[in-house]
């Protein structure tokens, strides 16, 4: 089956510093990648969805010059959290949406990253 | 808008059959996925409903009325390992919203 990884798995970062997330379809191209985010106890928010070549969307309430999102190949998309502070601390989680069009596992979770802010 | 709407939490006795109910109001629809997430892990897919009726895949089934906005998520023979949250996903009609419900968290009891 499909394979997204994401990298780092976690990441403890000082408060006011910049962190990246990689999202990675290994076997895969997807033209669409989708980052969420958990909090503890929580169902996943959709941030935004990554289009490859062009400008993410963002969802209502996320603020693009924080989470910067770039898409620069089908397989690669990341996640930069700036000027990260303690309540950004959450389980980051991108998924990939199938190029070839299979509906049913149209999107492919990666592991999650678990960002620590202190 | 959009509503999905779980219970938060279920109890159930190991072996024992279980339902978790999923009701949804989206402006569109098209499909709707069931997922199962261990704590500090990614969710895994389950089951996918586009049509009215049960699909059944070994323990899981899913069901799915479009009339009514409602699914459910039957797991049998429960086991242990089963403890998990399931999350109820309705994707929007253009493929690219893809909206969760809050999730239901399982506690498999021995």
């Known amino acids: 089956g499909a394979v997204v990884s994401q990298h780092p798995s976690r990441v403890i970062c000082k408060s006011g510093t910049s962190v990246k997330i990689e999202c990675r379809s290994l076997?895969?191209?997807?033209?669409?990648m989708f980052w969420y985010r958990q909090f503890p106890k929580q169902s996943l928010m959709l941030m935004a969805t990554?289009?490859?070549?062009?400008?993410?969307?963002?969802e209502q309430g996320v603020e693009k010059d924080k989470f910067l999102i770039n898409h620069a190949s089908l397989t690669l998309s990341t996640l930069t959290v700036t000027s990260a502070h303690p309540e950004d601390s959450s389980f980051y989680i991108c998924s990939a949406r199938d190029s070839s069009g299979r509906v049913q596992y149209e999107q492919y979770f990666g592991p999650g990253t678990r960002l620590t802010v202190t | 808008g959009q509503n999905i709407d779980q219970p938060t939490e279920m109890t159930a006795t190991e072996g024992a059959i279980v339902q978790i109910n999923c009701t949804y109001q989206t402006s569109g629809f098209n499909g709707l996925f069931w997922y199962q997430q261990h704590a500090g892990e990614a969710p895994t897919f389950l089951s996918y409903n586009v049509l009215d009726g049960l699909e059944e895949k070994g323990r899981f089934s899913s069901f799915l009325s479009r009339s009514k906005g409602y699914s459910y998520l039957l797991l049998k023979e429960l086991q242990m390992k089963d403890s998990a949250s399931y999350l109820c996903?309705?994707?929007?009609?253009?493929?690219?919203?893809?909206?969760f419900g809050p999730g239901t968290r399982l506690s498999v009891l021995p």
């Open positions: 990554s289009n490859e070549g062009s400008k993410a969307t963002y």
């Open positions: 996903a309705v994707r929007g009609v253009y493929g690219q919203n893809f909206v």
């Open positions: 076997d895969f191209q997807a033209t669409t």
